[in-house]
């Protein structure tokens, strides 16, 4: 038996083989990204909430939000709820549907990002620089290539 998990464990064949390192780079990018918002006093999930909305002009649905970050839409009120309780979002009926609610990103919200973004995009670049540019635009394109499927 013992001989039997060897193939998917140590003897992978290389898909297996570039996913497991896909994954493991992404889990120690993500981590230095964490890093920097945990020092000041954050977390990235909520930042990346703050960003999405801000990509879509300031304000979005919530169930386009919990699809944006990968959450069910019974989770996003429960990530919404502190940023909500300092004031970074608001929520506001839906201008045309008033059984919807649509998520605002506030002037404080925004100012946090002004703040904050700077240091984590460095933190990022930082990370980035063991390619150079013409590495990281092949990285780009094989990663949209692999998402696409």
Known sequence: MKEDLQKYVQDLPMPSTVFFALVETTAKLVDHSEKY?????MTGARIRILVEIMKEGGSILPSMLAERIGVS???ISLLL???ESEQWIRREPHAVDGRKTVIIIT???QKVLLKHLPGNRQRIEDSMRALDETE???LLFLLNKLRRG
């Open 81 to 83: 709820g502190p940023l």
């Open 73 to 75: 839409k019974a989770n």
């Open 37 to 41: 918002w945990q020092s000041q006093g």
């Open 136 to 138: 990281q635009r092949q």
């Open 107 to 109: 002037a404080a919200g």
